[in-house]
């Protein structure tokens, strides 16, 4: 089947405006998980969902960010009042979601990213 | 907390040569290991696993082994390709999160 897909593949915007970012995961992929890909800070953990929750939103750096999740499917990833530093590639991936022993992580399948551009 | 240190690059080899990409990490538990590439302009690709200790990941003639003792994972492949050149990311899994190392950029010269 397809891959994980995210919308859209670029965004130039001006400082202060919202945007918003859409990830699309593989089918029947319970999972989901946002990073974020900077030069300064690398590759950086922002959340995850189980289903439609998010038990773990530790990762998003401010309140201007926000997630969510509907239908166990298509996620959404806000930005608001956009600041420079926010100039990013923002990555989706999606995994089975299984509970596997030891703590240890599902296999993750990222999408193509968006490149968040904020001028 | 857990973290991943690779080797920084970027590393330039010939074309057939041997590559070795090292990784290290730190972690409690018993976390999963992961290469990741990334080709230019092109997103994030698993490129082979490891889910316990001794295990061996291969892939497209690469390989890396799990060493608990020495908590590594280093990347290995015994000829490249001009195909190679990527940018190489090790991460460590533990329970839902990856964490990532730097990334290793590969130049592979004909």
């Known amino acids: 089947g397809a891959g994980v897909s995210q919308s859209p593949s670029n965004k130039v915007t001006e400082k202060g405006k919202d945007v918003e970012l859409r990830c699309d995961p593989i089918?029947?992929?319970?999972?989901l998980y946002w990073y974020r890909q900077s030069l300064g800070q690398g590759l950086e953990f922002l959340i995850y969902?189980?289903?439609?929750?998010?038990?773990?939103k530790s990762g998003l750096p401010s309140d201007r960010f926000s997630a969510e999740r509907t239908g166990g499917s298509v996620s959404t990833l806000t930005i608001q009042r956009t600041q420079q530093e926010d100039s990013a590639v923002y990555l989706c991936?999606?995994?089975?979601?299984?509970?596997?022993?030891?703590?240890?992580?599902?296999?993750?399948?990222f999408g193509p990213g968006t490149r968040l551009t904020v001028l | 907390g857990d973290s991943v240190t690779q080797m920084e690059g970027p590393v330039t080899l010939s074309e057939e040569a041997f590559l070795t990409i090292n990784c290290t990490y730190t972690?409690?538990?018993?976390?999963?290991l992961f290469w990741y590439v990334q080709y230019p302009g092109e997103g994030l690709q698993l490129l082979l696993k490891?889910?316990?200790a001794d295990d061996k990941g291969s892939n497209k003639g690469f390989e890396a082994t799990y060493r608990k003792e020495t908590t590594s994972f280093h990347l290995e492949k015994g000829s490249v390709q001009v195909s190679d050149s990527a940018v190489y990311f090790c991460?460590?899994?533990?329970?839902?999160?990856?964490?990532w190392g730097a990334g290793t950029k590969l130049i592979i010269k004909p």
């Open positions: 490891a889910t316990k």
């Open positions: 089918s029947g992929h319970t999972a």
């Open positions: 991936a999606s995994s089975l979601g299984r509970q596997l022993a030891g703590g240890r992580t599902d296999t993750q399948y």
């Open positions: 972690a409690t538990g018993y976390p999963s």
């Open positions: 969902f189980q289903g439609n929750s998010a038990p773990d």
């Open positions: 991460a460590l899994g533990s329970n839902y999160q990856l964490i």
